[in-house]
């Protein structure tokens, strides 16, 4: 356990918050979400269903209607179809990045992801006894791991690679080319392709390419 690691940002914003209190004026630029509050609707549907009574245990992969509308969703934006049986409810994607290495990492295996990159990654798999393995990436690659370099770094311990598009910190995006080149990799040894998608919400200039639109035996984060 002395290998997991504190997630410094947060105590960044404690920092900022205790600025805050005192009269300063903050630019947080230390959490990854936009400036603005939840959505209206979202806010009047969340009271509406909790006024209906709808507080107690829901199915363990999420209500039925949620997934659903998920995956009519993933047909209207993306033009893929994702079966409703697929897709599982989790309090944030911290949870499901957690659940996704549990299903995958057993003590002593290796998992593949960019460094920089979001640093929770690392502590998910040392939390399982596996052992996350950074891939070095700079501007030259547009701070996302090379199918060159996930091959170079892949060896028989090794399980998965994990990537995030939009990156986190860096916010690059990959397109479905380099997609499908890390999934030939995963595929030839045999591995997983797990893909932390969940900031395509919060892609500007184009719409991001999800994993799903390239291979069907792929986890997407969203």
């Known amino acids: 356990m002395h290998l997991i690691q504190p997630f410094h940002v947060m105590a960044l914003l404690a920092r900022a918050r205790e600025l805050e209190a005192t009269g300063r004026s903050i630019i947080h630029m230390e959490i990854g979400e936009p400036d603005f509050i939840t959505p209206q609707p979202v806010i009047d549907a969340g009271m509406a269903a909790l006024a209906a009574g709808k507080t107690h245990y829901t199915p363990a992969t999420g209500l039925l209607a949620l997934r659903e509308r998920i995956a009519g969703f993933y047909q209207s934006r993306y033009g893929v179809s994702v079966a409703p049986e697929r897709i599982v409810i989790t309090p944030g994607a911290s949870a499901a990045l957690q659940l996704v290495m549990a299903m995958l990492v057993n003590p002593g295996d290796r998992v593949l992801m960019a460094d920089p990159g979001y640093p929770c990654n690392r502590n998910f798999v040392y939390l399982l006894n596996g052992e996350p393995v950074g891939i070095p990436v700079d501007a030259d690659s547009g701070y996302q791991p090379t199918p ?70 792929v986890t997407v984060v969203n």
């Open 148 to 217: 060159q370099q996930v091959e170079q770094h892949w060896d028989d311990a090794t399980v998965a690679l994990l990537v995030a598009s939009p990156s986190n910190p860096t916010g690059t995006v990959l397109d479905a080319e380099t997609l499908r080149a890390y999934h030939a990799v995963t595929s030839q040894h045999a591995g997983a392709l797990v893909v932390d998608e969940i900031y395509h919400g919060l892609t500007y200039e184009r719409q991001a390419e999800t994993a799903l639109s390239i291979a069907d035996d």
